[in-house]
């Protein structure tokens, strides 16, 4: 099965070297190892799909540490005798890229060694984002940094809500003249079900993303990652803010 591209965090090779009297284990050339640069995803797993190559579907021996809990990485990998390896690829020409250079290295070693390919999963893709898990981690993320009450103010969740949709519609290219427009004509309606509205915030920023061709999933994996290394900061911040004010707090150096 060949790795799915859209999947894939990265790709790493490696030379491996038989163990002598031992039949089973191989220790590593370093010399040999290979990754890819994103970019070359595609054209390194097009020049890897030939019936010649047999990736299997196994855990990687990856672990991830996270705050709130961890993560077995899994993915696609493939074992060759070098030869083997380099009467596969030879076929499908130069690829005018750093892949060449690998290639032409791996005629150095010896023959009798191997070559052995992995594709990692990206750690984003294998969480249940929408039934709940990313928002139960989420949750776990807002008690430790704003404590219990805080965590379940809906006034406060909502403006900070509110100022992260403003800044994402001004990276987009949005106007302050244009949040004004826009505020006036939704509060002359009638007030919405907070559950109907809540598809349509995630319907349709799942439309913006595409349209930025920007990974929805995985920006919020990176979001909740980054901001579990500065919660004392965004704590401080939060501690500053007038009560009662839809305004954010601000640090010293802020001001």
């Known amino acids: 099965m060949i790795p799915d591209l859209k999947l894939i965090s990265e790709i790493n090779c490696y030379v491996l070297e038989p163990v002598p009297g ?9 010399e040999g190892w290979f ?4 970019k070359l995803h595609a054209l ?7 019936n010649a190559f047999v990736w299997r579907r196994e855990n990687l021996g990856i672990t991830y540490e996270y705050p709130y809990g961890r993560q077995i990485i899994p993915g696609w990998k493939l074992q060759m005798p070098i030869p083997d390896f380099l009467a596969a690829v030879k076929d499908r020409g130069p690829t005018g890229s750093e892949i060449d250079h690998w290639l032409a290295k791996l005629q150095t070693f010896n023959p009798g060694w191997s070559v052995q390919c992995s594709a990692q999963q990206a750690k984003w893709s294998l969480i249940n984002h929408l039934k709940g898990d990313y928002q139960d981690r989420t949750a776990k993320w ?7 009450e805080d965590g379940v103010d809906v006034r ?10 403003i800044e994402l519609f001004q990276a987009a290219g949005g106007t302050e003249n244009d949040v004004r427009e826009l505020a006036g004509h939704v509060f002359s309606k009638p007030v919405g079900d907070p559950e109907q509205e809540t598809g349509g915030v995630l319907l349709t920023l799942s439309a913006l993303s595409n349209a930025q061709k920007i990974d929805m999933l995985a920006a919020g994996e990176n979001e909740l990652d980054r901001v579990w290394t500065i919660f004392p900061r965004i704590r401080a911040k939060h501690a500053s803010a007038i009560k009662g ?4 707090g601000k640090l010293p150096e802020e001001s």
């Open 35 to 38: 990754s890819p640069d994103r």
């Open 22 to 30: 031992d039949s089973i284990s191989k220790s590593v050339v370093g």
């Open 142 to 148: 807002v008690e430790i940094c704003f404590g219990p």
């Open 156 to 165: 406060e969740r909502a403006n900070r809500f509110m100022e992260e949709a």
């Open 245 to 248: 004010s839809p305004l954010p």
């Open 44 to 50: 390194f797993l097009d020049l890897l799909s030939g």
